[in-house]
């Protein structure tokens, strides 16, 4: 690779960081575009580098679950009846789902990863 090539590289790079950095999520977006295709048409350590930065981002980012841990007066004791159990499962299955559809940024990210591996 030349140096002018290295340098349209990392040109490229660096502004889709940028973009990735942004609080707008239509430039999020446009910045994991161009990682992809940086990714895409770049040697292979460029590769490796692009999808660090998305990895990372996806970490750092991305929505996660509350972690709960249940009260005492919510565990389940070793003596308690099955009547007990089965209040406890309907009460359950009352809960909203806990799953969302991620942000279209970690889903853009996500299908740029999977796309990836399939290659």
């Keep these: 690779m ?3 090539n290295t340098q349209n590289f990392l040109n490229r790079f660096t502004q889709a960081v940028e973009q990735l950095r942004s ?12 990682l992809e295709q ?9 590769y490796t580098t692009v999808m660090e930065v998305l990895t990372t981002y996806v ?6 679950l509350p ?3 249940p009260s005492p007066e919510e565990s389940p004791s070793p003596t308690s009846a099955s009547s007990e159990d089965n209040e406890g499962t309907a009460e359950h299955e009352k809960q909203e789902p ?7 940024d970690i889903q853009a990210i996500m299908t740029v990863a999977t796309i990836s591996l399939a290659y």
Excluded at 59 to 64: I, L, M, V
């Design 2 to 4: 030349t140096d002018e």
């Design 23 to 34: 609080k707008k999520p239509e430039t999020q977006l446009r910045g994991i575009n161009a």
């Design 38 to 46: 940086i990714a895409n048409d770049a040697p292979d350590w460029y």
């Design 59 to 64: 970490r750092e980012n991305a929505p996660r």
């Design 67 to 69: 972690e709960e841990s």
């Design 98 to 104: 806990l799953e969302k559809p991620p942000p279209a």
